[in-house]
C-alpha cells in the first residue's frame, strides 16, 4: 500500500500556463454539475453548428426507458468541424503525421491535404451509391486512409464501423452482418513489426459467411502490393476510383442525434457490443477532453499510439485532436519494432508533445529494463497517458521515470467504448497525482459508488462504480438492440449508467479502479479487486506481468490464483514462488496470500491488449471446456499453454 500514498503534485510552472489550474478545475466542475444545460450551452459554441442548439439536454436514465439527447435540435457536420474550418487559420499545419511500420517510411498531411483528400473519397463514396444513414465497415491497416475514411463518411452523413485490423475473418462477418454494411474498406496488406497481415483475404473469407451478401463493395487501398484475389463487380481499388474525384464535397447537413458511427466494445467481458454514437455531444466530448486533459497547446504534437478500431483511437487519434486542429500522430507499427527503442525514436523524430498510452505496452517496454529507452532522449515530451486498464504504480512510476524523464505529469484516463471520451483523469496543472488513480471527474461527470443494493455510499469508501447522469459523449444504444442496452447498463442500478468496474475512493475524493466487477474476489467473507493485488506482484523486481483471478476454494469459498510473467532475466522457482506468496503476503495482508502461482509465458489478451480474466477463471476452475468468446483474442496459442501448465490445486 506504501506506493499508493505516494503523491507528485502539480508543479507551479505547469499549472501556470494549464489551460486548467486547480481553481479553475473546480469552478468549472461544480458549474458543469450545478447547471448542466448552462455550462453543455456555452461549451458548446467551440463547434461549428448549422444551425446553434437551443435544445440543450434531454437525458432518461430509467429502467424501462432510456432515452439520451444532447443538443437534439442542433445540426453541424463533423467532418466539416474536424476539417473546413481549420482550412482558413491552419490549411497548411500538419493534421496527420504518418509514421511507417518500417522506420524509413513516414508522411505528413496538412490540414489542406486531409480536406481534399477526404473530400475525394467522400465522392467516391457516393459514386459506389453510399448514401446517408448507410452503413461502411472500416478493416484498414493504421494508415491516413483510415482516418480520411472516418471522415468521409461523416461528410455524407454515412455511419462507419470500424473493426480492428487484427481480427479475424469469422469477427469481421459477425460485425459487417451485425451493422449492415454496404460497403467495406481494406488494404490489400497491413504491416506491422515487419509481419504482413492479408486484409483482403481475410475479407474474402469473411465474404463467404452466410448473412454477408448485404456486401456491395469491398474498396481496396494497395498498402504492399502482395498478392491477392479479385472479385470482379465488387472489389474496386481505392486509387482507381478516389484519385480521380473532385477535391471538394459538400458536407451533409447533419442533426446532432444522427449517427456517427458504430463501435464495438473489446470483448473483456463477453460477447462485442455495438454502441451507437452520434455527433454533436460525442464530438463536444471528443474535443474538450482532448484539449483539457492533455493540456494540448497549438502547434504541439500528438501521439496517441492505439489503434482507430478501438474507441481511443477514434476519440483520441481523429475526433478530439482534429475538432481541436491539432497535429496529430498516427503510427502503423508496433513499440517493439525494429527494436524495443522505437516508442522513444518515434517521439524524438517528431518532436511528441503528448503521449498517450497502455500500461500494456508499458509493462511491455518495463520487463526490457530502462536501458530500452538508451536510443532516445525525449525531451519534446511535456504530458503522458494511460488508459485501458489500470495502471499499476510501480508501471506508472516506471513510465514517469524512465520514459517522461521525471518531468511530465501523467494523466491516467478511465473511461469506456460507451462513455466516448474520457470520464475520470486529472488535468495536469490541477490535480496532484497519486499513482494508480485515474483521480477525479471531467466536468459534468457525476461518478457514484454503489453497494451491491445500489444505495450510495459516502466519504472513503469501495463499492461499484455508476454515473448518475449523462455526459454529452455517451453511447446512445446499442446497435438495433436497445434493450441489451438498457438491459446492460441500467438495469442493475435503478437509474443510474453501471459502467461494470469496481471503484475505491479515497479521504481526498480520488477514484480508484480496482477492476471490473466480474473479477472481484471474494476469500473467507473479503472481496478484493484483482487489481490491488496484481499491482503488488508488478512492483517486485522479477515480475512482468501478472493476472489473478478466484477460484472455487472449499473453506474459503474463493481461493486466489495467480499467473505470473517474469522479466527477461528471471527464471521461474519454486523459491520465486515462495518469495512472491511472502511479498504479497507483507504488502496487502496474509487475506491476499496467493493460493496457486502459475508461471505464464504470456497472458491472454484482447486484441486491444487488455487481459482477459475470465478465461484465466476459467483455467483456474479448470473448466477449459466452454471458454465463452474467444474471438477477441489476440494469440489463442496462449490459452493453450496455459491449459497445459495449468497447476494442479489437488
Ligand atoms: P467488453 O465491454 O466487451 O468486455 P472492454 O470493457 O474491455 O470490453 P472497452 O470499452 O475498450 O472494452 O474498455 C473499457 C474498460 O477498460 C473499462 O470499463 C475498464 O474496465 C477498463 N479501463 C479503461 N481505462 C482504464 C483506466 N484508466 N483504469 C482502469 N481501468 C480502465
Ligand atoms: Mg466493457
Request: charged share 25%.
Amino acid at each position: 500500500m506504501t506506493e499508493q500514498q505516494r503523491v507528485h503534485p502539480v508543479s507551479e510552472a505547469f499549472a501556470a500556463n494549464a489551460w486548467a489550474d486547480k481553481e479553475k478545475y473546480l469552478s468549472m466542475y461544480q458549474q458543469s454539475v450545478d447547471d448542466p444545460e448552462g455550462f453543455w450551452a456555452e461549451q458548446a459554441k467551440r463547434l461549428d453548428w448549422i444551425t446553434a442548439p437551443t435544445k440543450i439536454k434531454h437525458t432518461v436514465f430509467d429502467t424501462h426507458s432510456v432515452d439520451i439527447r444532447w443538443f437534439e435540435d442542433g445540426e453541424l457536420n463533423v467532418s466539416a468541424n474536424c476539417l473546413d474550418r481549420h482550412l482558413a487559420s491552419r490549411g497548411d499545419q500538419p493534421a496527420i503525421i504518418w509514421e511507417g511500420d518500417d522506420p524509413g517510411e513516414s508522411k505528413t498531411y496538412t490540414y489542406r491535404e486531409l480536406h481534399a483528400r477526404t473530400c475525394q473519397l467522400a465522392n467516391a463514396f457516393k459514386e459506389l451509391g453510399v448514401k446517408k444513414g448507410d452503413t461502411v465497415t472500416l478493416y484498414m491497416p493504421m494508415i491516413p486512409e483510415a482516418a480520411m475514411a472516418m471522415l468521409a463518411c461523416a461528410r455524407i452523413g454515412a455511419i462507419h464501423s470500424v473493426v480492428f485490423g487484427g481480427f479475424s475473418p469469422d469477427a469481421l462477418a459477425q460485425r459487417v452482418i451485425d451493422a449492415q454494411s454496404r460497403l467495406v474498406i481494406t488494404a490489400d496488406e497491413s504491416v506491422r513489426g515487419g509481419k504482413r497481415v492479408p486484409l483482403k483475404d481475410n475479407v474474402d473469407a469473411a465474404l463467404t459467411r452466410d448473412g454477408t451478401d448485404v456486401v456491395d463493395n469491398v474498396l481496396v487501398v494497395k498498402r504492399t502490393g502482395g498478392d491477392i484475389d479479385w472479385h470482379d463487380g465488387r472489389d474496386v481499388w481505392y486509387h482507381e476510383t478516389v484519385d480521380g474525384q473532385a477535391e471538394t464535397c459538400p458536407a451533409e447537413t447533419m442533426n446532432a442525434e444522427d449517427p456517427l458511427f458504430i463501435l464495438y466494445t473489446s470483448g473483456s467481458t463477453g460477447t462485442p457490443k455495438g454502441l451507437k454514437h452520434t455527433s454533436g455531444g460525442y464530438l463536444l466530448h471528443a474535443a474538450m477532453t482532448h484539449q483539457y486533459v492533455f493540456d494540448y497547446k497549438d502547434g504541439e504534437v500528438y501521439w496517441c499510439s492505439a489503434d482507430v478500431g478501438w474507441v481511443t483511437g477514434h476519440s483520441y487519434i481523429v475526433y478530439g485532436p482534429l475538432a481541436n486542429g491539432a497535429t496529430t500522430l498516427m503510427f502503423e507499427g508496433v513499440p517493439s519494432y525494429p527494436s524495443h527503442g522505437r516508442l522513444g525514436e518515434v517521439i524524438d523524430k517528431h518532436n511528441v508533445a503528448i503521449l498517450y498510452t497502455s500500461p500494456t505496452a508499458i509493462r511491455a517496454l518495463m520487463a526490457h529494463g530502462d536501458d530500452v529507452m538508451d536510443s532516445s532522449k525525449r525531451d519534446s515530451l511535456r504530458v503522458l497517458g494511460s488508459v485501458g486498464e489500470p495502471i499499476n504504480p510501480e508501471a506508472w512510476e516506471w513510465f514517469y521515470r524512465v520514459i517522461g524523464n521525471s518531468k511530465c505529469p501523467i494523466v491516467d484516463t478511465w473511461w469506456q467504448t460507451e462513455t466516448g471520451g474520457i470520464m475520470i483523469a486529472p488535468l495536469p496543472g490541477a490535480i496532484d497525482l497519486k499513482p494508480g488513480s485515474a483521480t477525479r471527474p471531467f466536468f459534468g461527470v457525476l461518478p457514484a459508488l454503489v453497494d451491491s443494493e445500489g444505495n450510495i455510499l459516502e466519504g472513503a469508501t469501495e463499492g461499484n462504480l455508476v454515473i448518475l447522469d449523462s455526459w454529452p459523449g455517451q453511447a446512445r444504444s446499442i446497435w438495433k438492440n436497445h434493450d441489451r442496452f438498457i438491459q446492460t447498463y441500467f438495469s442493475t442500478y435503478k437509474g443510474m449508467y453501471f459502467t461494470g468496474d469496481g471503484c475505491r475512493r479515497d479521504e481526498d475524493g480520488y477514484y480508484w479502479i480496482t477492476g471490473r466487477v466480474d473479477d472481484v474476489i471474494n476469500v473467507s467473507g473479503h472481496r478484493m479487486g484483482t487489481a490491488e493485488i496484481e499491482s503488488s506482484l508488478v512492483a517486485h523486481e522479477a515480475v512482468a506481468e501478472a493476472a489473478v483471478v478466484g477460484y472455487p476454494h472449499d473453506i474459503k469459498g474463493q481461493g486466489i490464483y495467480i499467473y505470473v510473467t517474469l522479466g527477461d532475466e528471471y527464471e521461474p522457482s519454486d523459491a520465486l514462488k515462495k518469495e512472491l506468496t511472502q511479498w504479497v503476503r507483507k504488502d496487502i495482508g496474509p487475506i491476499a496470500s496467493p493460493d496457486v502461482i502459475q508461471w505464464a509465458p504470456s497472458l491472454p489478451k484482447t486484441r486491444s491488449g487488455k487481459i482477459m480474466r475470465r478465461i484465466l477463471r476459467k483455467i483456474a476452475a479448470n473448466e477449459t471446456e466452454g471458454l465463452g468468446d474467444t474471438s477477441t483474442l489476440a494469440d489463442p496459442s496462449v490459452v493453450e499453454d496455459l491449459i497445459d501448465n495449468r497447476v494442479n490445486r489437488g
